[in-house]
């Protein structure tokens, strides 16, 4: 299970992200938003893997109708991932953004 600040810290480590607020929550940037907090433990990122990872695991990985059309976002359940999926998650965000 990881946190905010988990993801606070990643991502303020890889190269060019900022933090500011997005909707009144944290939010990373690199030229683009990399990933941003929502209520409830869910994050968002950016991903080319959208309906595997919601096909693959339903319960963590999902997207509301507001998101239907940025087809580059999911979100996830941050009580059912660990830190290392989170890295790889923000990694590829980072990279899509950047």
Sequence with gaps: MVDEEDVRR??????????RLSWGRPAWFARTQVARMWDDGVLT???DEREALAAED?????????HERHRSLVLVRMDRIDEPTLEELLIEAHRLAS
């Design 45 to 47: 990122v950016k991903t």
């Design 58 to 66: 339903p319960g963590t990985y999902f997207w509301t109708p507001h």
């Design 10 to 19: 990643f991502c303020l480590g890889l190269p060019g992200v900022n933090e």
